[in-house]
């Protein structure tokens, strides 16, 4: 049988072929593997595959091109001002910040159009070349506290809270990869509702500043502060927070001992509002302190909680074997504290007028600024900059003057790589 007789025998099988039931294909197998002379697996694959002379698979036409090199570019510049935000923030962020993005950039109207259009998922591909940059490593310095535990509550459950005020407080220590003498910590407290945060740097772990610090802190918030969880440190498990506590009737509860899952949207801010920060360099004296003080008091206070969208957990639902997780719309801490009917009039009020007079951009711009101050007065001071952008690595401390933990490279607020970091929530 030639070839071409072959190829008129496959198409006039084929269609019954597709159309038979096992036994009967079986049947048009043999037949066809027995007037061809082919082998058995070469006759299955003629039959599963496309008929010869049909018109192969329409070929698809690649996608036009939605968002131009200026849009992207500015999608660029609002992400690194934004503090590297995760993809689903930055879209809420895009079009919180549009007032000032028209201004910074002078935008057109097709612009403006491809930027609101933009979706998370598309935000995530543009953005996925500049990702890899970004790079962490936690680890803290907390002692167990042994004191007053039997009169301080652990707190188990999951929170559901309807109104801003309780919170979750932890330090995070600024050492370097030393722990020898008195270096500074960051006291972060995050609220649970809303995901306002604020944090103050202490000079070592001492009970009276730790409390002290508290009080600033929440005479800062905009709503009634009800309720604290921390962990078990000796700087929170002690006589002074404990009497402070009750005698402004907060509640006071703690997590359950190396169980860091009891203190979640704590632990997360702890990264995003303290070690990328200041990522992990060793700041020891007071003015480096006080430097500190100063942007957690000003800029990054307000950056973090009146520009920078969040999403909070809405629910989970267990499919299969899998857990799904549904999430609110992405709102700053400032709208979820607006909403609240026991927020403070006087400070919305005030931190209102203060949002409407800020530009987020050069908000951060000043963050960067004071942060390279701060950078120059901690042990691990660098040489000058040869770029705006990059810094070179601070000296090898001598093994024998350190606790052995590796050395690591996390970025900065603003991208630049040294030993330093920049700067449920997701």
């Keep these: 049988m030639s070839q071409a007789a072959k190829k008129g025998y496959l198409q006039r099988i084929y269609p019954r072929d ?111 070349a500049h990702k890899g940059k970004l790079r962490r490593r936690l680890y803290g310095r907390t002692k167990p506290g042994t004191l007053l535990k039997q009169h301080i509550p652990l707190k188990t459950d999951h929170w559901d809270v309807q109104v ?40 070592g772990q001492g009970q009276e500043a730790v409390r ?24 929170f498990i002690n ?23 009891d203190n979640t949207h704590i632990e997360q801010k ?32 307000r950056f973090q909680n009146l520009f920078l969208p969040s999403v909070k957990l809405a629910g989970k639902e267990r499919v299969g074997s899998r857990l799904r997780r549904c999430y609110e719309a992405p709102q700053t801490p400032w709208q979820r504290v607006v909403k609240s009917p026991v927020a403070d009039p006087e400070r919305v009020a005030e931190l209102g007028k203060e949002r409407s007079e800020l530009d987020p951009f050069q908000l951060s711009r000043r963050i960067q600024e004071k942060l390279e101050k701060i950078f120059r007065l901690s042990r691990d001071t660098p040489a000058p900059a040869t770029t705006a952008r990059t810094l070179p690595p601070s000296p090898v401390r001598p093994r024998n003057d350190c606790a052995l933990h590796r050395r690591r490279t996390p970025v900065r607020f603003r991208g630049a790589e040294k030993k330093s970091g920049a700067g449920l929530w997701k």
Aim: hydrophobic share 35%; aromatic share 10%; proline share 4%.
């Design 164 to 203: 801003p005020g309780f919170t979750e407080i932890d330090l995070v220590s600024h050492s370097g990869n030393c722990a020898k003498g008195e270096f500074c910590y960051s006291l972060n407290v995050t609220d649970i509702y809303a995901g306002w945060t604020e944090t103050r740097a202490v000079l």
């Design 18 to 128: 597709e159309k038979a039931e096992r036994k009967e294909k079986r049947r048009i197998l043999d037949e066809f593997c027995a007037n061809c002379g082919y082998h058995r697996k070469h006759a299955i694959r003629l039959l599963n595959g496309p008929l010869p002379g049909a018109p192969g698979p329409r070929k698809r036409r690649p996608r036009k091109v939605s968002y131009g090199p200026r849009a992207l570019s500015i999608l660029k510049a609002v992400w690194d001002a934004a503090d590297y935000s995760w993809s689903a923030r930055l879209k809420a962020l895009l079009a919180e910040w549009l007032h000032w993005i028209r201004q910074r950039f002078r935008l057109s109207a097709e612009l403006e159009r491809q930027l609101l259009a933009i979706s998370a998922r598309s935000v995530d591909c543009r953005l996925r």
């Design 212 to 235: 002290q610090a508290l009080e600033e802190i929440r005479q800062a918030l905009p709503f009634p502060l009800r309720g604290i969880d921390s962990d078990n440190g000796s700087e």
């Design 239 to 261: 006589e002074h927070l404990l009497r402070y506590c009750r005698s402004r009737a907060i509640q006071f509860t703690r997590g359950r001992p190396y169980k860091k899952d």
């Design 270 to 301: 702890n990264w995003t509002h303290g070690r990328r920060i200041l990522g992990y360099i060793w700041y020891d004296t007071e003015a480096a302190r006080e430097a500190i003080n100063d942007l957690y008091r000003g800029e990054l206070r």
